[in-house]
């Protein structure tokens, strides 16, 4: 084999592996890629803006034409505020779920003051979900 076949075919495999990507990586490849870091959602509210704010970004990347692979990158960036936000927010989800549940039982059984004290607490909750 001359060497400018052996160079071409290097250069073919190489070419290959850049395209067949994250598909063909071994377990410890996979380890190697950048990760990001997540803008902080350490409460409901905050995980609500995240959410809204980090949708909206990619709404924004996602109208172009053509995906260049610094937008991809940008979206992958984004996926990772938005996870936190989404974790959060099913925590505030099971939150709302107890506190309905208490007013449920508190309107049901015609206890005024639990009614209100639960009420305050589920539209507290529920506002920070949907303002």
């Known amino acids: 084999m001359s060497i400018r076949l052996g160079v071409l075919t290097l250069a073919g ?5 850049a395209f067949a990507g994250p598909a063909l990586a071994s377990e410890d490849e996979k ?6 870091r997540a ?3 350490e409460t409901l509210g905050q995980a609500v803006k995240n959410f809204s704010e980090y949708n909206k970004r990619i709404a924004k ?3 172009k034409a ?3 692979p610094a937008d991809v990158e940008e979206i992958h960036e984004a996926t990772y505020t938005l996870e936190e936000a989404l974790e959060r927010m099913e925590e505030g989800m099971e939150e709302l779920e107890e506190t ?4 449920h039982r508190a309107s049901e059984a015609h ?3 639990a009614v209100r004290e639960a009420g305050k607490a589920y539209l507290e909750t529920a506002g920070q979900m949907v303002p």
């Open 13 to 17: 495999a190489m070419a290959a592996a």
């Open 31 to 36: 380890e190697e890629y950048e990760h990001y």
């Open 39 to 41: 803008e902080k959602s």
């Open 61 to 63: 990347v996602l109208e």
């Open 66 to 68: 053509e995906l260049s």
């Open 100 to 103: 309905l549940e208490t007013l």
């Open 111 to 113: 206890q005024e003051e």
